[in-house]
């Protein structure tokens, strides 16, 4: 069986989505490619998407999120963005791909490649099976409009109303979570994880993590929580950013400190942990659930991530660091009071959904095989406009 995973570089989270499909079909002995879009398409548009994203949201975090909530409230004409887009220009240059590879069913990880895909099967070049995976705890603008696409994987069934409000039809959705690496989907014992690390084993550890480009105050945060004087060991990932790992090697704490630059341990750090200070992205925040790991959130990105923060507050999972709730009593309010900590873990179990990459990958073998899944009709559009 052959398997296409579509992805585009806009940040990191739609790739690392892509790699852990990946994985999980490869177990099953799929015959798996994963395409880059841009990438493959052309050099110049990828580099303008990837740069583009990273320094509208770095440098123009507002602006990014009253974009996002025009496009939410569908106040920008879609026939302007559907132009800029240039998806039938993409369409043509993959159609040769797709004819070549002949995939059984296609996974597309953004809904970038979804609006291509839809062209192109609308167009009459693809007759295969197509699921979209939605990388975050809110309905992406656009998903509603690719009408080809026969399912959309979305993180967890609260979503459901948003999405049918939204004009998707319900048959189509398939609450089956964002997908994360086997490595966070292995049990171990947090004393355990810990004498891998070589941490100390009798301390409570907070893990601070600010996504692959180490964003986020942490420098910030480390001093607030050191001047509680709480006996915490702290463990700091700071991903690609050489910047931020240098000035926290060079920080004067009391509190036992550990940095770490870019590592692929991340999922035994989070079974160290007792809890995580992270950014709301919605891969970083599914491999936390993914560990039964309790969130504070901090500096979410105006769109997208203040979205996941709203979901993971009002399902009791996590709490947000606010102007006027500041790290340090974030950090008391969860650690401070055991039944706050236990009700946290309570609700990361009712939403959590570590087995998503291997459950999707059941559901598209079965797909490409032309068995439906359980309660899902395909003789109807997938979305409905």
């Not at 398939?174 to 014992?189: C, N, S």
């Not at 509680?228 to 704490?253: D, F, H, P």
């Not at 504070?296 to 999972?317: K, T």
């Not at 990459?357 to 095989?369: R, S």
Request: aromatic content about 8%; glycine content about 8%; overall charge positive.
């Amino acid at each position: 069986m052959r398997i296409l995973i579509l992805t585009v570089t806009a940040g990191h989270g739609h790739n690392t989505t892509a790699r852990a499909m990946e994985e999980a079909l490869v177990a099953k002995g799929v015959d798996v490619v994963v395409l880059d879009m841009y990438k493959y398409i052309s050099r110049v548009i990828y580099n303008v998407v990837d740069k583009g994203y990273l320094f509208s949201v770095r440098r123009t975090p507002r602006q990014f999120g009253r974009a996002y909530s025009s496009l939410e409230r569908r106040e920008t004409p879609r026939r302007v963005l559907r132009i800029l887009n240039q998806n039938r220009f993409l369409a043509g240059r993959l159609a040769g791909f797709f004819a070549d590879y002949q995939p059984e069913i296609i996974l597309v990880t953004h809904v970038f490649g979804a609006q291509v895909l839809d062209v192109l099967k609308r167009q009459g070049h693809l007759q295969v099976p197509i699921m979209g995976i939605n990388t975050d705890y809110c309905i992406h603008p656009f998903w509603e409009d690719v009408s080809s696409v026969d399912y959309l994987v979305t993180p967890n069934e609260l979503m459901r109303y948003a999405a049918e409000r939204r004009g998707m039809a319900p048959h189509r959705l398939l609450p089956l979570g964002i997908p994360v690496g086997a490595k966070f989907q292995k049990q171990m014992d947090k004393q355990e994880a810990r004498a891998a690390l070589g941490l100390e084993q009798d301390k409570t550890t907070i893990l601070l993590m600010g996504g692959s480009m180490g964003y986020g105050d942490m420098l910030h945060n480390v001093a607030q929580i050191d001047a509680m004087r709480e006996g915490y060991q702290l463990v700091c990932l700071t991903g690609s950013n050489q910047r931020l790992y240098q000035e926290l090697r060079r920080l004067q704490v009391n509190t036992p400190l550990r940095v770490q630059g870019f590592t692929d341990q991340v999922a035994l750090y989070m079974r160290a942990a007792d809890c995580i200070i992270t950014k709301p992205g919605g891969l970083s925040t599914s491999e936390a659930l993914a560990c039964g790991l309790p969130m504070i959130l901090v500096s979410p990105i105006p769109g997208q991530e203040d979205r996941n923060a709203q979901f993971f507050l009002n399902s009791g999972a996590a709490v947000l660091v606010t102007k006027h709730f500041p790290v340090a009593d974030a950090v008391y309010a969860v650690l401070g009071q055991p039944s706050r900590l236990e009700h946290m873990r309570e609700a990361i179990t009712r939403i959590a959904k570590p087995t998503a990459a291997t459950d999707i990958a059941n559901v598209a073998i079965q797909v490409a095989k032309g068995e439906w899944p359980e309660g899902t009709r395909h003789a109807e559009p997938a979305l409905t406009r």
